[in-house]
């Protein structure tokens, strides 16, 4: 059983449509990262999954059952743009409160649970006006936890935050996966970071679902590069571009040999032209870069320059 199903999910806003037959797909127990520019149809899908908006078609399936079932929709917390707390109230009267709205039997022992689980338990008589954003975000993240929920929906939760700031972060989000069985959906524009703590990933624009990968599945289609610096950048792209089928020049300034091939081999080609080889290394492409193509090879799809 999946976490969440979706199936052609549709959603106007007059208009205009931003959701377009979207499928996806969600395992138990994932750290789902989605991903898409700014748009593209991420908070509207994250809001009907949670219930804040109504969809104009297609299914949404929680744990088996359909979106609108009480029992389903009570597995999920999220955190949706901004955490809503009283500036003027201490970080633990603030989760009381929404303890209590949740009806929750035992409340003070449901705050220092969630508290722990986003190590701020040390920071509870903090008022919320005086925390870091990094704090206000995880303050978030507990408030979605209150009530066990199975399904953790977060958007955008570690933008704007400081190195240590991730770090807590992405400790606190597989935490939750590994210790408390708990799956959870994950946008950012941050894809270095995403791509540290991601299981599977959903890549959306336009409104419709382009992809959907494990990391696993990511990392065998990325591909494995030679990278190397040399003397004469421009000659040795021509002379490459004789033997290799794709050389290309990144923002760096080193060339990056695509072929499988040996970088010995590819090394000794600029040699032997008599031009010096400064650097050599193997690398892999990374998230960030393998978005960036995809997006690039669909934007030539759509005028036909592919």
Not at 43 to 72: H, M, Q
Not at 84 to 93: D, F, L, Q
Not at 260 to 267: F, H, L, T, V, W
């Amino acid at each position: 059983m999946n976490a969440v199903e979706i199936k052609n999910l549709t959603k106007n806003f007059g208009s205009k449509q931003a959701v377009k037959g979207l499928n996806m797909t969600v395992p138990m127990g994932a750290i789902y990262g989605f991903i898409g520019e700014n748009g593209s149809g991420k908070s509207t899908t994250e809001k009907l999954i949670c219930g804040l908006i109504v969809p104009n078609g297609g299914s949404i399936r929680l744990f088996g059952k359909d979106y609108t079932d009480e029992a389903a929709r009570a597995k999920v917390g999220c955190l949706i743009e901004f955490p809503g707390c009283y500036p003027n109230y201490s970080v633990w009267n603030n989760l009381m409160l929404q303890a209590a709205n949740l009806g929750l039997k035992h409340p003070a022992d449901e705050v220092r649970k969630v508290l722990r689980l986003v190590r701020m338990d040390g920071s509870a008589s903090n008022k919320f006006k005086n925390c870091s954003l990094g704090m206000k975000q995880r303050i978030g993240i507990a408030m979605a936890l209150l009530g066990d929920p199975l399904l953790l929906i977060l958007d955008e939760p570690i933008n704007g935050l400081d190195a240590d700031g991730m770090r807590i972060m992405r400790e606190v989000l597989v935490d939750i996966t590994k210790n408390k069985g708990c799956t959870v959906i994950i946008s950012s524009h941050l894809l270095g970071e995403l791509e540290k703590i991601a299981t599977h990933y959903g890549i959306i624009r336009g409104g419709k679902m382009l992809c959907e990968m494990t990391a696993e599945e990511l990392e065998a289609d990325c591909p494995t590069y030679t990278a190397l610096r040399v003397k004469d950048t421009n000659r040795a792209k021509v002379i490459l571009s004789c033997k290799y089928s794709r050389v290309e020049e990144d923002a760096t300034g080193y060339i990056r040999v695509y072929d499988n091939a040996m970088p010995e081999d590819i090394a000794a080609c600029v040699h032997e032209n008599g031009i010096p080889v400064c650097e050599l290394r193997t690398a892999k492409i990374k998230l960030e870069e393998y978005y960036i193509d995809l997006m690039e090879k669909k934007e030539g799809d759509r005028y036909g320059t592919y």
